[in-house]
């Protein structure tokens, strides 16, 4: 494979789509349409994980020929971490748990933790499209 051919594009709009979302929480007064927005930010949380689970898989089968029996969800982040395009392994083992949580159960209770975790979700998207953007351009 090309280092060029992974396509980061849903990557970058997922994470477009959660900052605005999140920045529309943060600014909103009214506490009926906040709750609304804070119930599209998990759900733009839960499919920006989705997205971003899913690059890395594809990037360590196709960079590093890493076979689907190599890639458990938490060595695809041990993996990603130890090539340095994540910064936190523990923050990756975090949102998988917040992920999975609400794919079984959707109440308040376990959206007051997504929504606390967003900006730290953010940045370390932000990180990781970065490092896949820069290792990919470098030849």
């Known amino acids: 494979m090309k280092k060029s051919e992974l396509d980061l594009t849903n990557l970058r709009n997922t ?4 900052k605005e979302c999140y920045q529309d ?3 909103q007064q009214d506490e009926k349409i906040k709750t609304y927005i804070k119930d599209s930010c998990v759900q ?3 499919y920006t994980y989705e997205t971003a ?3 890395m898989n594809k990037f360590l089968k196709k960079e590093y020929d890493k076979s689907e029996k190599d890639l458990t969800i938490n060595n695809i982040f041990r993996e990603m971490y130890g090539l340095g395009l994540i910064e936190n392994f523990e923050h990756w083992v975090d ?3 917040k992920r999975n949580l609400t794919s079984h159960e959707y109440d308040d209770k376990l959206t007051y933790p997504i929504i606390e975790i967003i900006p730290q ?3 370390d998207i932000e990180i990781l499209l970065t490092n896949l953007e820069k290792t ?3 030849d």
């Open 95 to 97: 949102y998988r748990e």
């Open 136 to 138: 990919l351009t470098d």
């Open 44 to 46: 733009r949380f839960e």
């Open 53 to 55: 689970k899913k690059i």
């Open 121 to 123: 979700f953010i940045n």
């Open 15 to 18: 994470l477009a789509s959660i």
């Open 25 to 27: 929480y943060c600014s």
